[in-house]
């Protein structure tokens, strides 16, 4: 039996058959196994939903490393869902899967630092983390990147650079990144 099979069945919302492919590779210690049956405990998938047990699989498929893991686990940190709220967990776990290079966490840990939500509000760190989300592709991070480049957070004020952000976002359908956009554009029309 494959045990990815589990992936297929998930994203094709058969979850009682995606249960009875993960629940043994996840007890066999697969990582990507642990980390959806974390997702269905987490979600309610195809069983009754517990944080409890959702924050034990996807603790194990962090300890190994599964991105996706990380990023649920300091998500829940972030939020206190199932967990009483830590930003520190949630800044720990989202650095171990910003450094693995996953956008996502990138993303969120640049968030983390632009808010100063369990840190002390620091913009260099989040342009690091957005810049780096935003190489790749991350359209949000492109567009809040721009965001410090406009208004000088962390960066030196620098419109062209900021309006080369929000143009790689705005080709994604970024509507945020486009309004601001046509804004920058007036101004260098004026």
């Known amino acids: 039996m494959n045990k990815k099979l589990f992936g297929v069945s998930f994203a094709q919302k058969k979850y009682d058959l995606a249960l009875k492919y993960c629940q043994p590779a996840a007890e066999q210690g697969d990582p990507e196994a642990q980390y959806y049956l974390g997702l269905m405990y987490n979600k309610g998938f195809g069983l009754k939903q517990d944080c409890t047990e959702a924050m034990k699989w996807y603790l194990k498929a962090a300890e190994q490393d599964n991105k996706d893991a990380l990023c649920s686990l300091a998500n829940m940190y972030l939020e206190g869902e199932g967990v009483k709220q830590d930003y520190f967990k949630a800044v720990e776990w989202h650095q171990k899967a910003a450094e693995q290079g996953y956008a996502d966490a990138q993303y969120n840990l640049a968030k983390i630092y632009y808010l100063g ?28 990147l721009a965001g ?43």
Do not use: P, R, T
Request: a positive charge; glycine letters at 6%.
């Open 117 to 144: 939500k369990g840190v002390k509000q620091d913009f260099v760190n989040a342009k690091k983390w957005f810049e780096k989300a935003a190489k790749q592709g991350h359209a949000e991070a492109q567009c809040c």
């Open 148 to 190: 410090l480049y406009i208004q000088g957070l962390g960066v030196k004020q620098d419109l062209m650079n900021a309006k080369q952000w929000l143009e790689k976002a705005a080709k994604q359908d970024h509507a945020e990144a486009k309004a601001f956009l046509s804004d920058i554009n007036s101004i260098f029309k004026s």
